[in-house]
């Protein structure tokens, strides 16, 4: 399990790198950043919940994706205060866009279709 927990991690880490690296890169379109945060939080959910199924951690991922972008909604003093910091900025972002519900969702469906693949291919080279 602790192999499993430091290859997410690795994952997670290159996704974060990713997702810096498209928004210092004008040509790639901005829902691509975004579809890497879902990714990045996908790995993240996987560090604390390696053993899972896929599903169930796609869909927590997705449903905390969700949570975040609708929170944006919210606009108490001190939450607004917290986004004008480095960490808030990224983490809960700006302001809430249907756009970017539907670039987590790309983004999770894709690393959830992945990491299927990946596993199937592994389990018929083991038979």
């Not at 004008?26 to 975004?34: A, E, Q």
């Not at 809430?96 to 693949?117: H, Q």
């Amino acid at each position: 399990m602790k192999k499993f927990r430091i290859q997410y991690f690795i994952l997670f880490f290159c996704t974060i790198l990713l997702g810096i690296l498209s928004r210092k890169i004008s040509f790639i379109p901005l829902w691509i950043g975004d579809a890497l945060y879902a990714v990045m939080i996908y790995f993240l959910v996987r560090i604390f919940l390696p053993m899972k199924k896929a599903f169930i951690v796609a869909l927590f991922s997705l449903l905390l994706c969700y949570g975040i972008e609708f929170l944006q909604l919210y606009q108490a003093e001190w939450i607004i205060e917290l986004r004008k910091t480095l960490f808030g900025r990224y983490v809960l972002g700006q302001g809430f866009l249907w756009s970017d519900i539907l670039a987590y969702t790309f983004g999770i469906a894709f690393v959830f279709l992945i990491e299927k693949i990946t596993f199937n291919q592994l389990n018929q080279k083991s038979e």
